[in-house]
Every structure is written in structure tokens, then in C-alpha cells.
């Protein structure tokens, strides 16, 4: 529990708790370590039926990465920083290989490293307050733990939208994007830990509470307790507008596309290009470049292989101006005033921009097959 993980066995349910309260479960190397440093066992253990993934946080399951650490690291050790990147991909793509049930039990926010803790277990569950957000553009890095191929394949473009904006979305949304595999009121979430220690089929408890779920909210007995919303309003009222606006082949064009219909929309079509264009204006015109062609990219790969392109990303992140800046601006000194470099769009570089894409040669992020993966547990 003093690393940040509280691990607890009861029957056959194994339950990994975040308890880094104060940081909102900020992952660290220690965090990341123990949960990898366990996997194999849990998987060769036949009394351990399914795995729980949960916070001791009302607040969150995990606010993201430790992005202060990893800028620290990174201005005294590059090495470090770039074995840190490598740890937290591979443990993305171990959880993705794990075989039996893991369930992740969310009520609160979920953003950055903290989606690449549960979106790759086979249960993803989301309550009341669930808010899931990607907005490493804000803090000039891009959408990594392997979250841009599920993005990039988004219907009308809205994992661009979500992936540049770094708008957040709530529990209803995430379900209907596939974030989410069920949404269960929170009070239910012992009823999920109980059933698994008790070894129960966790298909039939969560589906018969996720319809549960729904009938209440069909039949408006929610009150105090309404499902989280979306950053920006419903999204899906949005939907079509953002197909037409995030379409577009540069951000430039994407720009340009909402500027069009934010002068000829209806006022609240104006309202909401406003409002999005101020985000992106705030955002590492770097970053936007580069996360657009990341996410264009890995429409057609397999998480293995959008983890290899993450980690070529950041290590090239790590070792320019934008990231330790949008950092320091945003959450050491908290003047929200990061001095990009580039200041504008237009003076963002397409051979640095190819340069960040380039393989890494020797340095390259190396991940064994799925199979590989799988007779390790074994």
C-alpha cells in the first residue's frame, strides 16, 4: 500500500487497488512494476478466477501518468526516461495479453496512463461519475499507451475531436465509443467484487446490472445521482458536426473548417466551434501535428505496433521543448501560459515532424508476439 498499490486476495478474485489518493492515483514506476511483477502469477494460479481493478479515490481512478517525475527524469537521465516509456508500453501490452477476466471497477476520472491500466481488460466499468480524457496535447505530448488506435477508429471523426481536444466524455458516451464495456451504478461495485470472489461467471453479473442500469435511467428514477456528461455538451448532438469539421486532411484545414461553420452555423453550432477552437489554440501546435498523423497511421495496426510507434513519439518528446514546458506551465508553476515551440501552426517544421516518426534503430521498443506473451504464462 505504500507504493501506491494495495493488492488484496479473497476467494477467487484477486483485487488491485490504487491508493495514491493524494496524487489522484497518479502511475509511477513502482506502481506500473508491481502490477507487471504479478501478472504471470495471477495467470498461472488456478484458484485465481478474475483480477479487479480499483481505486481507493472518490475522486479518480487515475488522474494519468507522473508527468512531473517523468520530466525530472528526463532532464537528468534520458536513458531512464526513455526505460520508464519502454516499462509502462510493455505493461500496457501485458495487460492487453492477459487471458482470464480482469475488471476494472471506475467511478471518477480516467485520463492518460491511467486508460492504459483498464482499456485493455476484458470488463471496463463505468459509474455514475465516470470521466474519461486524453489531453496530452494540453502538456505538449500526444495520446500514447497505445489509446490512438482505438481512437483512430472512432465513427465521424470523433476520436480525433476527443484525441486534439482532449475534451472529456462521461460513462454513457464511453459505452456507446466501446471505452466502456458496461455502465453499473456505483453502488453496485461490491455487488461485481462479491460475485467474483465467488468465483460467478462476471459476464452474467455485469450484464444483468448493466440492464439494471439502464431501466433506471429509462425510467427516470435518477435524480441527485445523473450519469456523468460530456466536456462541451452531449456529444453525440455534436456528432455530425464534428465529422464535417475533424475531416478535414491538416489541422489546418480542421481549423479552417470550423472557423466556416462557426460564422454560419446556428448560434449554437457557433457556440460550440468557439469553444473548441479556443482549445486547440491553446494546445502545442507540435503536438497537434504530430497526434493527427499518429492517429491517421494507426487506424489499421494492432495495439503491438501502436505501441511502437508511441514510444519512438516519446522519446522524441522527451528530448524537446514542448512537453517539459506544457508541464511546468500547467502543473509546477500553474501559469497556463506554456511558450510553445513552435508558436503557430504555421511554423511547425514537416521535417521535424518526420523526424519524430523515424525508427530508432537499435533503440528501438521491442514487444514479444501475443503468443510469445501467453506461453510465458503458462
Not at 227 to 245: K, N, P, Q, S, V
Not at 263 to 292: F, M, N
Request: aromatic share 6%; glycine share 10%; hydrophobic share 45%.
Amino acid at each position: 500500500m505504500e507504493n501506491g498499490i494495495e493488492i488484496q486476495r479473497r476467494g477467487a478474485l484477486t483485487e488491485v487497488r490504487l491508493t495514491r489518493i493524494a496524487a489522484l492515483n497518479a502511475l509511477n514506476d513502482t506502481m506500473r512494476a508491481e502490477i507487471v511483477s504479478e501478472l504471470v502469477g495471477w495467470a498461472r494460479d488456478p484458484e485465481v478466477y478474475a483480477i479487479a481493478l480499483t481505486s481507493a479515490s472518490g475522486r479518480a481512478f487515475s488522474a494519468g501518468g507522473d508527468v512531473r517525475e517523468l520530466v525530472r527524469l528526463a532532464a537528468d537521465d534520458p536513458a531512464l526516461a526513455a526505460a520508464s516509456l519502454a516499462a509502462e508500453y510493455r505493461m500496457n501490452w501485458a495487460l492487453e495479453c492477459f487471458t482470464k477476466p480482469m475488471v476494472s471497477l471506475i467511478d471518477g476520472m480516467v485520463m492518460g496512463s491511467g486508460v492504459g491500466l483498464f482499456l485493455y481488460g476484458t470488463h471496463r466499468v463505468g459509474g455514475q461519475g465516470f470521466q474519461f480524457a486524453m489531453p496530452e496535447t494540453a502538456i505538449g505530448l500526444f495520446p500514447d499507451v497505445g489509446v490512438s488506435g482505438h481512437l483512430a477508429r472512432m465513427p465521424c471523426h470523433v476520436g480525433r475531436y476527443l484525441g486534439l481536444t482532449g475534451r472529456g466524455i462521461g460513462a454513457a458516451t464511453a459505452r456507446r465509443l466501446g471505452i466502456l464495456t458496461h455502465c453499473i451504478a456505483r453502488q453496485s461495485f461490491d455487488a461485481v467484487l462479491d460475485g467474483m470472489a465467488g468465483a460467478d461467471p462476471v459476464d452474467v453479473i455485469v450484464d444483468e446490472l448493466d440492464r439494471e442500469a439502464a431501466r433506471t435511467v429509462a425510467d427516470d428514477d435518477v435524480k441527485d445521482e445523473d450519469w456523468a456528461g460530456d466536456e462541451g455538451g452531449d456529444l453525440a448532438c455534436y456528432e455530425r458536426l464534428i465529422g464535417e469539421t475533424f475531416g478535414g486532411a491538416t489541422i489546418g484545414e480542421i481549423i479552417k473548417r470550423l472557423e466556416e461553420r462557426g460564422d454560419s452555423g446556428t448560434s449554437d453550432e457557433r457556440a460550440w466551434c468557439e469553444g473548441v477552437l479556443e482549445d486547440l489554440r491553446q494546445r502545442s501546435p507540435l503536438s497537434l501535428v504530430v497526434t493527427l498523423r499518429h492517429l491517421d497511421q494507426c487506424r489499421d495496426l494492432d495495439l503491438r505496433d501502436v505501441l511502437v510507434r508511441d514510444y519512438r513519439l516519446a522519446v522524441r518528446f522527451m528530448a524537446d521543448h514542448d512537453f517539459a514546458e506544457g508541464v511546468r506551465a500547467l502543473l509546477i508553476d500553474k501559469d497556463g501560459r506554456p511558450a510553445w515551440r513552435p508558436a503557430t501552426l504555421e511554423a511547425v517544421d514537416e521535417r521535424v515532424v518526420n523526424s519524430y516518426f523515424a525508427p530508432l534503430g537499435e533503440g528501438e521498443l521491442v514487444l514479444p508476439t501475443r503468443e510469445e506473451m501467453q506461453n510465458i504464462a503458462l
